[in-house]
C-alpha cells in the first residue's frame, strides 16, 4: 500500500502473504487482518479501527522502518526458547512499542499475544499525578501453562510524563487487580525514553508505569524466618 492518501484496507477476510505499508498518512482496518509471511512497515499509521493486525512471530515476520499500528497487533511468542519480539504499536500521535524478550530455561509453549498501547494514565492507578499518561495491554490467546521467564521494555514518550513525576522514580506495573500491582524496578533510559524490565516476568496483563505511590508494591509471597 503505498500512495499518501488515506486507505481503508478490507482483504475479505482472506490472509495475504506479505503486506508492505508505505503511506505517509493512514491505514485503516476495516476488519481483522492477518499476514502469512511479513508485515514490513514503512511509512505511515495502520489504524487499527478497533480490530487486529496478526503478523507472524518469526524473527522476519515483522519489518519496520518507520511505520507503527496504532491498534491491536498480534504475535505469536514462542515462550520456550530465548528470543525476542518487537510489537510496533502505539497510539494515533505516537509510537510506543513493546519488546518482548524470552529468557534461556523457559517452560511453557507458544501462544498468540496481542499487545496494544493506551494514551492515558491506568485508570487502577493510586496517584495519576506521578503516573505516566501511557499503558500497554499484552493479552496471550491461551494462558500459559507453565512457568516462563521473560523480560519487557516499553518506550514512552516526553509529554506522557505528568509534572508531578520524576522520571528516575519509575516503576513498571503489572496489574494484577483492584489497584494492584505486581511492580518491577526497571533500567531507566530517560534520553530515549526506554524503560527495560530485564527478567522476572512471568504472567502478562495491562501494564502501567508510575512512582511507588502510582503502581504501589503487591508482595505474592511474604516469608519470615
Do not use: C
Request: glycine letters at 12%.
Amino acid at each position: 500500500m503505498n500512495v499518501s492518501a488515506n486507505q481503508n484496507l478490507n482483504l475479505g477476510g482472506v490472509s495475504v502473504n506479505n503486506l508492505t505499508v508505505s503511506n505517509p498518512t493512514t491505514v485503516t482496518l476495516q476488519q481483522n487482518t492477518s499476514v502469512a509471511n511479513q508485515l514490513n512497515l514503512q511509512n505511515g499509521v495502520v489504524d487499527g479501527n478497533g480490530f487486529t493486525l496478526t503478523a507472524p512471530g518469526t524473527a522476519s515476520g515483522v519489518v519496520r522502518t518507520s511505520g507503527f499500528v496504532a491498534g491491536a497487533l498480534k504475535r505469536t511468542v514462542d515462550l520456550t526458547a530465548a528470543g525476542s519480539s518487537l510489537f510496533p504499536v502505539g497510539t494515533p500521535d505516537a509510537y510506543s512499542p513493546v519488546t518482548l524478550t524470552v529468557n534461556a530455561g523457559s517452560g511453557s509453549a507458544a501462544t498468540g499475544l496481542t499487545v496494544s498501547a493506551t494514551a492515558a494514565a491506568h485508570p487502577g492507578s493510586n496517584n495519576p499525578a506521578t503516573t505516566l499518561n501511557r499503558y500497554w495491554t499484552l493479552t496471550p490467546d491461551t494462558a500459559p501453562t507453565s512457568p516462563f521467564d521473560a523480560g519487557l521494555s516499553f518506550t514512552y514518550l516526553d509529554t506522557d510524563v505528568p509534572g508531578g513525576a520524576n522520571e528516575n522514580n519509575l516503576l513498571v506495573g503489572r496489574f494484577t487487580g483492584g489497584n494492584n500491582y505486581e511492580t518491577f524496578t526497571p533500567t531507566r533510559d530517560t534520553v530515549n525514553n526506554i524503560l527495560t524490565v530485564a527478567g522476572g516476568v512471568t504472567g502478562f496483563s495491562e501494564w502501567a508505569v508510575g512512582e511507588s505511590t502510582a503502581v504501589p508494591v503487591t508482595l505474592s509471597t511474604l516469608a519470615i524466618e
